[in-house]
């Protein structure tokens, strides 16, 4: 079946260290792949996504490469902040009707100063 | 722009009592998604629509929860009769299509005593 495999966190990091988190995913035909963050108390925001095989989604330093050979989609950032302390989701979606978004469990960060 | 809006933000309530979420999804975006968080099960997919129409149900946990879709801008997931069980965020997120990144409200949380 189809599904998003995370590595478990938490993952617990001080300020300025190098991120990254493990996302791998199982799926039928070739789906579009996402990072989701969710802040304390809020809902989840689109972080960044990637469509096609060797596509980079970045945003607010975040960056990540969809690997077709490995089935990766690995989440990093080169200098953590306080800020970033979340917890982050990938995500994929079969580009084919009647499907929806498979999240992973989701990876916290907590980042200290 | 307004994003997903939900409400209430916060629900407590006895068990057996009737719980009513309510979400209006962004303008122009045609598909409505249902989710549920919990920290043991993490996020699940409730239930989606495409057009006012449910495509996927099989997430809904029984026959107590019930969403409709009566029109473009409003959604509704009902528990009748509700459980403590029940207790967790529940999120609604829409998107302009099937294929297309989610866009989530802040969630309702909900308590049942």
């Known amino acids: 079946g189809n599904s998003v495999t995370q590595m478990e966190g938490p993952v617990t990091l001080s300020e300025e260290a190098f991120l990254t988190i493990n996302c791998t995913y199982t799926?039928?035909?070739?789906?579009?792949l996402f990072w989701y963050v969710q802040y304390p108390g809020e809902g989840l925001q689109l972080l960044l996504k990637?469509?096609?095989?060797?596509d980079k989604g970045s945003n607010k330093g975040f960056e990540a490469t969809y690997r077709k050979e490995t089935t990766s989609f690995h989440l990093e950032k080169g200098s953590v902040q306080v800020s970033d302390s979340a917890v982050y989701f990938c995500a994929l979606i079969l580009n084919q009707a009647g499907t929806a978004l498979i999240f992973g469990k989701g990876t916290t960060l907590s980042v200290s100063s | 722009d307004a994003g997903v809006i939900q409400s209430p933000r916060h629900e407590v309530t006895e068990m057996g009592q009737e719980v009513t979420l309510r979400c209006k999804p962004i303008?122009?975006?045609?598909?409505l998604f249902w989710y549920r968080q919990t920290m043991m099960r993490g996020l699940e997919l409730l239930i989606y629509f495409n057009n006012n129409v449910p495509i996927d149900d099989s997430g809904m946990p029984e026959d107590r929860f019930s969403a409709k879709m009566p029109n473009a801008s409003f959604s509704t997931l009902k528990i009748q009769p509700s459980e403590p069980r029940d207790s967790a965020v529940y999120f609604c997120?829409?998107?302009?299509?099937?294929?297309?990144?989610?866009?989530f409200g802040d969630g309702t949380r909900l308590s049942i005593l």
């Open positions: 303008s122009g975006h045609n598909s």
């Open positions: 997120a829409s998107s302009s299509g099937e294929s297309q990144p989610q866009h």
């Open positions: 799926a039928t035909g070739y789906p579009s």
């Open positions: 990637a469509t096609k095989a060797d």
